[in-house]
């Protein structure tokens, strides 16, 4: 679950699919940059993130970061693309994904 805030404190939540750097250096997730916590990020980059395997009856274990998160610029795309598409969570995508779908007027974003 990825929370953020608008520049007056009101919280929003948001549950997401995400991806990560083997080595948990980066958590990168896909979304529209017309979604309220696009629009959020870009007004105010702090996050809350809640990471938790809700699939067990007994969710006991989480992990809970804050962090600053941005849109990937278009040169980090690739490399932001490869960790979305192959990191710890790999799995099959239904719809190809090039660099292309984030860039200028598409309205996915990399973050």
């Given at each position: 679950?990825?929370?953020?805030?608008?520049?007056?404190?009101?919280?929003?939540a948001t549950?997401?699919?995400y991806n990560y750097d083997?080595?948990?250096?980066r958590i990168v997730w896909e979304s529209s940059r017309f979604a309220h916590h696009s629009e959020l990020i870009a007004a105010n980059e702090n996050i809350s993130i809640a990471i938790a395997n809700?699939?067990?009856r007994e969710a006991d274990e989480a992990v809970y970061l804050t962090a600053k998160a941005?849109?990937?610029p278009p040169e980090g795309?690739?490399?932001?693309?490869?960790?979305?598409?192959?990191?710890?969570?790999?799995?099959e995508s239904v719809r190809k994904r090039?660099?292309?779908?984030?860039?200028?007027?598409?309205?996915l974003r990399l973050y």
């Open positions: 679950v990825l929370a953020t805030t608008s520049t007056d404190g009101f919280p929003w549950p997401i699919f083997l080595d948990y250096s809700f699939a067990r941005t849109e990937v795309l690739a490399a932001a693309l490869e960790v979305y598409l192959h990191g710890g969570h790999e799995r090039t660099v292309e779908l984030y860039l200028e007027d598409q309205p």
